[in-house]
């Protein structure tokens, strides 16, 4: 499992610190007594283009071998959600948004859905991450995935019993290998990596998105999420098609043999806050 990429300048770092806080205050700011019509998602989505930044773009892995990602690596809009199997609006992103999104844009090659586990309830929450991590191993994370968000999945716990009944319902295999690797370095490793990844962004509760390089926070509306992703590809392609207008065609004349080339934060609607119980480390924390 790769580890996520550093940002390289330090305005970029900055940015990414505090973007999430931001936009979850942006979004869900109480709409003004006697805004008549006006709506919190309305300030999200007016502007599809806007709060895009290109340092956290870098933030997409893109690995061909990604367990816990779906859709093409090369697909122009990736969409990385930040999430624990505890939390109700995940759930709830899980069951009505996300198979839209998978159905509409992930099957045409348009997105692709990079996962990252981002535990903040305690104990059951890092436990049934690992999990996740395990059923992946064996090419069932997807699966794992849809049976611990399963309506009324969470209220049962994640206990290690209930963790190999949904291993078995999700099809893992291997059941002796998926509860050693559960506990393995390995996983706490992955999780660990993909916790700090969110932490350096801000994030602070969860889901939490990037798409593109713009972040959204909270189980937004369907809404949110397709203009947000139609925007983006359209970006995408625009750059695209720049690119191969300024790339030299086969007829031009081409460098001799000797020619040097160049070288290669707040309480969100939509958003589940760890309780005040909860072990949650820092964005500086080690894991």
Known sequence: MSR???IAV???????????GVVSYTATRPTPPGAAGSSSVAEVSADPAAGVYAELE????????DKLAL????APVVLIEYADFKCGYCGKFARDTEPVLIDKYVDNGTLRIEWRNFPIF???????????????????FWEFHRA???????EKGFGKERIAALAKEAGVP??????KDSEGAAAREAVAADQQQGYSLGATSTPSFLINGRPIAGAQPLETFTETIEAAAKT??????SAGASTPSSGAPKPSAGASQPSAGASTPGASQPSAGASTPGPGAAR
């Open 71 to 74: 859709g093409r690596a090369d």
């Open 10 to 20: 330090v305005s970029g770092v900055a940015v990414a610190a505090v973007l999430l």
């Open 148 to 154: 611990a968000y399963a309506e009324g999945a969470k």
């Open 4 to 6: 996520s990429k550093p």
């Open 174 to 179: 291997d059941a002796a290998r998926f509860a």
């Open 236 to 241: 995408a392609k625009a750059a695209k098609s």
């Open 122 to 140: 305690g104990a059951e929450s890092e436990a049934v991450a690992r999990a996740s991590w395990a059923a992946g191993q064996q090419g069932r």
């Open 58 to 65: 870098a933030y997409a892995r893109r690995d061909p071998a």
